[in-house]
């Protein structure tokens, strides 16, 4: 599987991807609203778009879908429950469903709701896994759940899903916000030991060339998977005095999912 990232520096700070199969140049592209640099980065690299995916159905993910299917031909997955939002979707997709691109490459449709209730994640196995996670999981955050999502949904994905994956998975996701993110990380753990040092990098990073996290270090600097982190608990306690001394992952995530819609 080859995987190209497309910073978009738009101010949304999207990512795209191009996912491509090494022996037949065929490629998917995964949300790629700013379609005309997906087409380019295929043409430089040699593939044939014959694919396009939305994760969810907000309007920066999807508004690209015309352009492109009208460039390329190519028909338009996402969520089956999404597809009537979305309009002018070739293929509705479920939980379990495998996406073929090429010859070599088979993507598995996770159903992760929260972000939106219609949400998917494409999971690559292998000896590299990968996961393709939209706006469900950032590179050191979660996503909001204020424009149709359910934090409570978000909390089952979390931890019925995601954290069950291998800690090698390489995370990409649809924006760009990691010195964000650590910083909140930060605010919440000012102990944590790994986030320093990625924050560090991230401020002055191209987000061209963002680091890629696996869900190993997402474990360690990420707060969404840090619920039972005693120095968490302790300081989310400062803002909500009510929690007590153990309060349950389930509310210790919706909590920190407030705070950060207010950070
Ligand atoms: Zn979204
Ligand atoms: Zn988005």
Known sequence: MLTER??????????????????????????????????????????????????????????????????????????????????????????????????????????????????????????????FSGDTLFNAGAGNCYNGGDPERLFETFTTQLSRLPDSTRVYPGHEYLSRNLEFTLDREPNNEDAPRLLAEARHHDPAKATVTTLGEEKRINAFFRLQNPAVIARLREAFPELGEQPDARTVFIRLRELRNRW
Not at 66 to 74: D, I, M, V, Y
Not at 111 to 128: F, I, M, N, Q, R
């Open 6 to 131: 497309i910073w978009t520096g738009n101010a949304l700070r999207n990512f795209h991807y191009l996912i491509a199969c090494a022996e037949s140049g065929e490629a998917l592209a995964v949300d790629p609203l700013e379609w005309q640099m997906c087409l380019d980065a295929a043409r430089r690299r040699g593939w044939e778009i014959t694919q396009i995916l939305n994760t969810h159905e907000h309007g920066d993910h999807t508004g690209g879908n015309a352009g492109l299917k009208a460039a390329t031909g190519a028909p338009v997955l996402a969520h089956a429950a999404a597809a009537a939002r979305i309009g002018g979707v070739d293929r509705g997709l479920r939980k379990g469903d495998v996406i073929k691109v090429g010859r070599t490459v088979e993507l598995e449709c996770l159903d992760t709701p929260g972000h939106t209730l219609s949400h998917v994640c494409l999971l690559a196995h292998g000896d590299e896994p990968a996961l």
